[in-house]
C-alpha cells in the first residue's frame, strides 16, 4: 500500500506544479527534522561541549557525543568490505559515483597528516569551508582562486578561469613543467597522494592545477571538474557579451555565482533524486528561508565517513576502447585526455556501478576502507545502533536484524562480542538496500538529512540573494533551464550532443520494483 500511495503521489506531483511544491516543502522538512538541528553540541576537539567545540571550525562536528565502545574480537574488520563475487547495481551508473565524489572532495576535507605527524589530531581535523561551494574548481582560499583565473581586462577574456586547448577540447592548463609544480600554482593544495607518484611523469605530466587536492583523484572526477571548468567561461563568455562596461572582476563573480547555483541544482533534482525513489524532489530554495534548520553548515565527523563508497567502483572501468583496472585510474587523467569531454560522459553513462554493500570493495581500494575504520575509531564515534536511534530508525536486538544476508550477520558476529558494538562504519554497509534506491536506510536517512540541510542553506539561494539582479537576465535563464549534468554537457562539448545520445546517472534500463 504504501509504494502505490507513493507512485499516485509522484503521479500528481508530477501533473500539478503547486501541489508538487507543497510536496517538496513537506518532505524535505520531514527528512531534515530526522536528526538534531545545527548547531551541534560537540565536535572532534574534545570529547565534551566547549566554547571551542562550538567555534572552532577546523575541527569536524558531531551528531552523537564521543563514545568508548568494545574493540572487535579480531583486527580484520576490512575484510567485511573485500570483494568476492562482483556485484553490480541495476540502478547506478558510473556518472553516480563520479558526481558523489566531486561533490564530497569540495567539503569532506578530513586533514591528512604531514610526514611524520601522529594521526591525533590530524584527522580529527578538516580543511573544509563548510559550504557547497565549487572549492575542486575555484580553490578553497582567495589565493588560491586568484592563481586559477586569468585575470585579463581584456575583451573576451573578461571574468575567466585559466585554460589550455588540447585536440580543439578546453582543459584546466598542467599543474606541473616537468617534474616541478608550476611556480604561478604553488599556492594551490598538492594532489593528494602525488608524492607516490613523484618520479613517474606519466601520471604527474597530466595533472591539472585545479582548486582541489582530490580533484586529480581518478579521471572521472577530473571529467567533473573539467565540465565546470568550460561551464565557468562559457558563462563568462555570455556575461561579458551582454555587460561590455563590466571589469574582469564583476564576470568572474556573477559567472561563479551563477556555476555553483547550477551545481547545487544538479546535486538536487539529479542526484538526490537519483537515490531517492518517487516524488520527485526540486531545488526549491524557499523550502529554507524560514525552516528552524536554516543554520551555518558545520560538517561532521559521521559525514565525512558515510561518503566512502568504494563499492560503487567496479573491478574495470571501460574508457573509449580501452579496459581499464581500478587501480590503473588512481591519479592518472590519461584516460580522459585520450577520450574527450563527450565520450567519457557517454561511457560513465553506459557503465553499472558496482553495488554499496559488504563484500564488494575493490582490491585496489581495500586501503581506504582500513583508514576509514581506523578514523572512526580514532574519533571514538558512537555504535552503529546509537546512529539508528538518533536518526528515528529502530535499534537491532540482533546481528540479524542489520542484514537479511547470512554471510554478513556470520562476519559481524564473528568480529563483535554484541550487536551493540558494532562500528558506525561497518553498519553503515551492512544494512540491506532500501527497495529501489542505491542506498541502504541509515545511510540513505544521513544523507538526505545532511544534503538537504547543507545545499538548500547555501547563501546564494537565500531570500534577499536568490533573484535576477544577482546573476543577470542572462543567467537567471541559464539556472531555471539547467537541472542535469546532461544540460551542461550539451552547451560544451563541440557540436552538441544528439538527443538519444544517454548520459545519466540511472541505468535507462532500470525500473522501479
Known amino acids: 500500500m504504501k509504494r502505490f500511495l507513493v507512485k499516485v503521489l509522484a503521479f500528481v506531483t508530477d501533473k500539478v506544479p503547486a501541489i508538487s511544491r507543497k510536496v517538496n516543502r513537506l518532505i524535505i ?23 571551542t567545540s562550538l567555534t572552532d571550525r577546523k575541527w569536524s562536528a558531531r551528531h552523537l557525543p564521543a563514545k568508548h565502545l568494545e574493540r572487535p574480537k579480531h583486527d580484520r574488520v576490512e575484510e567485511f568490505f573485500k570483494r568476492q563475487d562482483q556485484r553490480l547495481s541495476p540502478k547506478s ?20 597528516p ?17 559550504q557547497i561551494d565549487l572549492s575542486p574548481l575555484y580553490g578553497r582560499t582567495p589565493e588560491q582562486t586568484a592563481a586559477l583565473r586569468l585575470s585579463s581586462e581584456a575583451s573576451d577574456k573578461r571574468g575567466r ?46 595533472l591539472f592545477a585545479f582548486g582541489g587536492d582530490r580533484a586529480n583523484a581518478s579521471p572521472q572526477v577530473a571529467m567533473m571538474n573539467s565540465l565546470f571548468l568550460r561551464e565557468h567561461n562559457r558563462l563568462a563568455s555570455m556575461i561579458e557579451a551582454a555587460n561590455p562596461s563590466w571589469d574582469d572582476e564583476r ?40 525552516a528552524p534548520w536554516n543554520k551555518p553548515n558545520w560538517m561532521t565527523t559521521e559525514f565525512s565517513l558515510l561518503y566512502r563508497w568504494h563499492s560503487l567502483i567496479p573491478d574495470v572501468m571501460k574508457w573509449g576502447d580501452k579496459d581499464y583496472p581500478v587501480g590503473e585510474t588512481i591519479m592518472n587523467n590519461k584516460p580522459l585526455l585520450d577520450v574527450g569531454l563527450k565520450r567519457a560522459f557517454v561511457d560513465m553513462s553506459a557503465q553499472h556501478a558496482g553495488e554499496i554493500g559488504a563484500f564488494n570493495t575493490a582490491a585496489g581500494l581495500l586501503r581506504f576502507e582500513k583508514m576509514a575504520i581506523e578514523q572512526g575509531r580514532l574519533c571514538r564515534l558512537a555504535s552503529y545502533s546509537d546512529y539508528r ?35 558506525y562504519y561497518v553498519g553503515l554497509f551492512a544494512e540491506d538496500l532500501e527497495k529501489n534506491s542505491p542506498l541502504p536506510a541509515l545511510l540513505g ?15 546564494l539561494l537565500s531570500e534577499h540573494v536568490w533573484h535576477e539582479q544577482t546573476f543577470t537576465k542572462e543567467g537567471w535563464k541559464v539556472i531555471i533551464e ?18 538519444d545520445l544517454f548520459i545519466g546517472m540511472t541505468h535507462p534500463d532500470w525500473k522501479p520494483s
Open 251 to 290: 564576470v568572474f563573480q556573477v559567472a561563479r555565482n551563477i556555476a555553483i547555483v547550477l551545481f547545487i541544482k544538479i546535486v538536487v533534482e539529479e542526484y538526490i533524486n537519483h537515490i531517492a525513489w518517487g516524488v520527485r524532489f526540486i531545488a526549491d530554495p524557499s523550502v529554507a528561508w524560514n
Open 114 to 130: 604531514e610526514a611524520g605527524e601522529p594521526d591525533d589530531p590530524a584527522r580529527k581535523q578538516t580543511t573544509s569551508n563548510h
Open 389 to 423: 536511534a538518533y536518526a528515528s530508525l529502530k535499534r537491532p536486538n540482533k546481528f540479524s536484524d542489520i542484514s537479511s544476508n547470512r554471510e554478513v550477520v556470520s562476519f559481524l558476529e564473528g568480529a563483535y562480542e554484541r550487536v551493540d558494538d558494532v562500528e
Open 161 to 206: 578561469l585559466k585554460t589550455q586547448v588540447r585536440e580543439g577540447e578546453e582543459y584546466a592548463e598542467f599543474l606541473y613543467d616537468g617534474t616541478q609544480i608550476k611556480p604561478e600554482f604553488e599556492v594551490l593544495d598538492r594532489p593528494l597522494m602525488s608524492d607516490a607518484f613523484a618520479g613517474n611523469q606519466d601520471i604527474t605530466s597530466r
Open 93 to 112: 551508473t558510473l556518472l553516480f559515483p563520479a558526481f558523489a565524489q566531486y561533490l564530497t572532495d569540495g567539503f569532506i576535507r578530513t586533514r591528512m
Open 482 to 499: 539547467t537541472g542535469a549534468l546532461r544540460d551542461i554537457l550539451d552547451r560544451n562539448v563541440k557540436g552538441g550532443l544528439s538527443g
Open 445 to 459: 536517512r544521513m544523507v538526505a538529512a545532511d544534503a538537504f540541510s547543507q545545499a538548500l542553506t547555501n547563501p
Open 29 to 51: 522538512n520531514r527528512l531534515v527534522n530526522h536528526v538534531r538541528h545545527r548547531p551541534h553540541p560537540w565536535s572532534t576537539v574534545h570529547d565534551y561541549t566547549s566554547w
